[in-house]
C-alpha cells in the first residue's frame, strides 16, 4: 500500500539531525529567534511551557514531542514569571552538549533534546504547505527512544554512521506525524489522511501521478459525489484535488531534476504531461524557473558545497 507519509518524507531526504540536551531551573524564560530548518523537542524529566508566535500557549511534560515544520520564534519557560532573554539559534551550536537555562546550580525543573532536521532537498516547503504548524504528540514512548538513539549514534563515528542516522531521522519523522492526531489538525495531509474516504483517493493519486486525473475519477475513488468530494477534500487538506495534485507533481518533478539527468520530456512523461512544452511552461509558472535553469542552478549549489 502507498504511504503518502512516508512517501513525502522520503522525497525531502532527511541526512541528519541537530540536537543537544537543553535544561532550566529556576525563573528561565528564553526567547528563540526563528529558524529555517525544521526544529523538535522531546521532553525527558520534568515540564516547561512552550509558546510558540501565532499559537496558544502549550505545556510540555516528560514523553511529549513537538515538531515545528517551519520552526517560527517561540518562547521556551518555566513556570514562574521571567524576562525573556533572547537566543539565537545559530549560536547554540557552539555551546557543547548541553545548553542550560536559568539557575546554573542544582536540579533542573526540566530537561529535553532540542534541535533540527536537516533535509537534503530544497524543497522544504512542500512540508510547511501540507503539515500543521505545531505537531504535538504526547504518550508515545516509541519517539522518545527513537530521538535519544538518533543522538547517541550523531555523538559516535562509528563505521556506517551516516546510514544509520539518515535511516532513524526518516523514521522519527514518520512515526511523529503517524502519531500526531489527524483528525482534530488544522488542514493539511495529516487531516486528509484522517479521513478514510478522502485518503483512499490520495493514496491512489500518490500511487499514479501521472495519470490524467480528474475530480470525477477521485470521488469515485472515495465513493463519494463529485461535489461531496471537492468540498470535503479541499476543507481537509486546504487545497482543491488539482491543487494537491499539480504540487506533488512539481515536488516529483523537482526531485528528479536534482537528482537525475534525464532529458525535459522524460521528467514530462514522469509526472503526467504530454509534451515538453507543456510541462516546461506549469513548471515555470509554479516553480518561477524554467526545468533546465532550476536544474542548472541545483547543480551550481552542489558543487559549492562538494
Known sequence: MIDPLAELITLLRPNKVMGKSICGAGHWSVRYAPFGHP???VV???ACLLQVDGAD???LEAGDFVFLPATPGFVLSGFEPARPQYVDPATIADQGHEVRHGALEGEPDVRMLGGYFVFDSPDTALLVTLLPPIIHVRGEDRLGVLVRLVREEAMQSKPGRDLILARLV???LIEALRAAPGDAAPAGLLRGLADERLALSIRELHRDPARAWTV???ARVAALSRSAYFQRFTRAVGMSPMEY????RMAIAKDILDRQDLVIEKVAERVGYSSASTFSTAF????GRSPGGYAR???QVRSRMA
Open 39 to 41: 526544529g523538535f523537542c
Open 44 to 46: 525527558t524529566d520534568g
Open 57 to 59: 500557549p502549550l505545556r
Open 170 to 172: 526518516e523514521i522519527v
Open 216 to 218: 470525477e475519477q477521485l
Open 245 to 248: 495534485l499539480l504540487a506533488w
Open 284 to 287: 515555470s509558472r509554479y516553480v
Open 297 to 299: 542552478e541545483r547543480r
